[in-house]
């Protein structure tokens, strides 16, 4: 995801759901307003959770990424 | 003669004391306990005690008395840990040292890290707190109840579900349900973490008119208003608003290299050693693994640890198949009208849910009764 500046970021590999759904709720509380934050998930589960937690929300999905062998990074930008 | 420390006096750290002092001899070893309370509480009475049928004085019992005599008992708060000196320091001042550590501090209901919450909130997670509950319930004539998880991970993850059921009928024996709502928040995409549990709750939420909001993490509670905002956007009047405060591990662990900011201790989920070190376990709440906040879970862990020390005071090999922790734990369900079920499961095998039924409920009353007789001493 080139040119999109990540405030912070979480590797949650290796824990499972709800795990990386809770950090991406937990690094969007900790955010400001217009930064982009990342989790990185090995859980299958995130594919569907994340980017639907953040539609519900009404955040921004900047974009997801595969970073390994079954893993994704999930971009959000806390837009309000 | 070797020193074992155990911090804290709840089920895991009374359970491996009383299990170290009857396979070890007084001669070989030194164990002690080490809790801010003189009280080892039942917690899962606290439950019931905002229906009135549990007097929140009589849900303690002297952590004193249920220690076998070979155990020493300390009063006192641990202030820090270093683990590259194998010390400890106390509120009190004293300094203790270990050649062995058990860390089992458990969870602590944090309801001031929410805006509002202390003002406008309740909770069952005290048992003050599940007191003045009681209160409010007694005079309830009517109108919205909100119940929900205000963060995840929380102490017993079915409380708050058994909570919403066992209001659902207490209302109804009240003669109050008709003109009562009853909604229940939790903070991810279902009702509850584990897929195989959803559809019976769903099912019981059907049937008794409970509405759910998914995707509800609680941002703030306004006392004034009475409505409770979700970090979603979604906001909630009541006139009750029962909420599972966030949880925290001990404040001496919050930020500590061994744990993670919220106070978590990194634990191997096999052999319950605290990131690697070979003299320090973590068991029960206290974790960081992701399974239940449970008694039970401490209940099954702590046998795993008590092998592995009295191995190594023995230079011996634990015996096979005994000092590794498979992710067992085994939750009952209270869901009202003299019904419960029941949750086991472990790492590997996800629960089976089935309908409640009188025979569980009977086992659950059963079990909270003789509690103080089978699992802090070890008999089972």
Redesign the interface.
């Known amino acids: 995801m080139e040119g999109v500046k990540i405030a912070k970021e979480s590797d949650a590999r290796g824990?499972?759901?709800?795990?990386p759904?809770?950090e991406m709720?937990r690094l969007?509380?900790s955010a400001n307003v217009g930064e982009v934050v990342a989790v990185i998930s090995g859980d299958e589960g995130s594919k569907k959770?994340i980017p639907?937690?953040i539609n519900?929300?009404?955040y921004e999905l900047v974009g997801t990424e595969e970073v390994g062998p079954g893993a994704s990074r999930f971009l959000c930008r806390k837009n309000h | 003669m070797k020193t074992i420390l155990i911090l804290g006096g709840g089920t895991g750290g009374t359970i491996v004391a009383n299990r170290l002092a009857h396979g070890l001899r007084p001669d070989d070893v030194s164990i002690e306990v080490v809790s801010d309370s003189p009280l080892h509480y039942y917690q899962p009475a606290q439950l019931y005690v905002p229906f009135g049928e549990e007097d929140p004085r009589k849900i303690a019992r002297s952590e004193r008395k249920l220690l076998n005599p070979k155990v020493n008992f300390r009063i006192d708060t641990i202030s820090e840990w270093i683990p590259d000196k194998q010390l400890l320091r106390t509120a009190k001042g004293e300094n203790l040292s270990y050649d062995f550590l058990v860390i089992a501090t458990g969870s602590i209901a944090c309801p001031e890290a929410v805006e509002g919450f202390v003002a406008g909130a309740d909770h069952f997670y005290t048992p003050e707190a599940a007191y003045r509950l009681y209160h409010k319930l007694s005079e309830l004539e009517g109108g919205r109840l909100v119940v929900g998880v205000g963060g995840i991970p929380y102490k017993c993850p079915v409380a708050p579900l058994e909570f919403t059921l066992l209001a659902e009928a207490f209302l109804t024996h009240k003669g109050i349900r008709s003109n009562t709502e009853i909604v229940y928040t939790f903070p991810l995409n279902e009702v509850f973490q584990i897929a195989s549990v959803v559809p019976v709750v769903r099912s019981l939420f059907e049937q008794r008119s409970i509405r759910a909001e998914t995707f509800f993490n609680l941002e703030s509670v306004d006392p004034e208003k009475k409505v409770v905002k979700s970090l979603e956007g979604t906001e909630l009047p009541f006139d009750i608003l029962v909420m599972t405060p966030p949880h925290k591990g001990a404040a001496f662990l919050r930020g500590h290299p061994m744990a993670d900011n919220d106070g978590w201790v990194n634990t191997d989920r096999n052999t319950l050693r605290v990131n690697g070190l070979p003299n320090v376990w973590a068991l029960g709440d206290t974790t960081n693994l992701p399974i239940s906040k449970a008694g039970s879970t401490a209940h099954f862990e702590a046998p795993v640890i008590v092998e592995q020390i009295m191995a190594t005071i023995r230079r011996q090999e634990p015996p096979p198949g005994k000092a590794t922790y498979n992710g067992h734990v085994t939750c009952f369900i209270d869901a009202g009208y003299g019904k419960a079920t029941i949750l086991d499961f472990d790492y590997d095998h996800p629960p089976t849910v089935y309908e409640p039924d009188e025979f569980r409920h009977l086992q659950k009353m059963a079990f909270n009764k003789l509690y103080w007789h089978l699992v802090p001493t070890a008999v089972i």
């Open positions: 824990s499972f759901c709800p795990g759904l809770m709720i969007v509380r959770d639907a937690w519900k929300a009404r």
